[in-house]
């Protein structure tokens, strides 16, 4: 079956330093890809999608993400995190052709 | 365009109580989505719909029902509420052909006692 891994609950980093949230899928096609954001008391954000072509992906607010097909992997980044940062981060992974799976999600804290 | 808008916001419910949570989107999109979310659970789909009139069951539709008469409003009915409904519940849609991509609404925070 189908299925996502985040495998950090929570993720502390100081304002300014860089960031990698984790991410493993579990698919056995070519996967459409996902990271979306959640402020507290708010819905989902899409930050970056992957579909095909160059593995490295932007999405917005600084965002970027890096399939590597090897290690199942879809790992999120941010070179210099910002207080406003501090949010729950959800990977997804796309099946059945309209459907998606999410992951337990990642609790960033942000330290000033 | 105010994209997927939900009501309530909030609700408490007695245990047995039923209640309809509401999903409208004016995208016009031809499918839409409910989840439960849980704390350290992330959200599990509850039921989802492809078009007017047709629905079909996500990972965990038992306590719930949906129907689909309009492209914009997707309700979700809750009957006989049981404590272990207690959740976030959050609305999605999303266009034909967009690849997954889905627009989320803000969410109904339910509590059952």
């Known amino acids: 079956a189908q299925s996502v891994t985040q495998p950090d609950i929570h993720i502390t980093v100081s304002e300014g330093a860089s960031l990698e949230l984790r991410c493993n899928y579990s698919?056995?096609?070519?996967?459409?890809l996902f990271w979306y954001v959640q402020s507290p008391g708010q819905g989902l954000q899409l930050l970056l999608k992957?579909?095909?072509?160059?593995?490295l992906v932007q999405g917005i607010k600084g965002f970027e993400a890096e399939f590597k097909r090897s290690q199942s992997s879809f790992n999120l980044r941010k070179p210099s995190v910002h207080w406003s940062d501090a949010a729950e981060y959800f990977c997804?992974?796309?099946?059945?052709?309209?459907?998606?799976?999410f992951g337990a999600g990642t609790i960033l804290r942000v330290k000033s | 365009n105010a994209g997927v808008t939900q009501t309530p916001k909030f609700r408490i419910l007695k245990i047995g109580q039923s209640m309809t949570l509401q999903c409208t989107q004016d995208?016009?999109?031809?499918?839409m989505y409910w989840y439960r979310q849980d704390p350290g659970m992330g959200l599990k789909l509850i039921y989802y719909?492809?078009?007017?009139?047709?629905?079909d069951k996500g990972e965990v539709p038992n306590g719930y029902n949906v129907s689909r008469s309009t492209t914009e409003d997707f309700p979700l009915r809750l009957e006989l509420a049981a404590p272990s409904q207690t959740s976030v519940y959050f609305c999605?849609?999303?266009?034909?052909?967009?690849?997954?991509?889905?627009?989320f609404g803000p969410g109904t925070r339910l509590t059952v006692t």
């Open positions: 999605a849609s999303r266009r034909t052909g967009d690849l997954l991509e889905q627009y």
């Open positions: 698919y056995g096609a070519t996967p459409y």
């Open positions: 992957y579909f095909s072509g160059d593995t």
């Open positions: 997804a992974v796309g099946v059945d052709g309209n459907k998606l799976v």
């Open positions: 995208m016009n999109h031809n499918y």
């Open positions: 719909s492809v078009g007017a009139g047709i629905t």
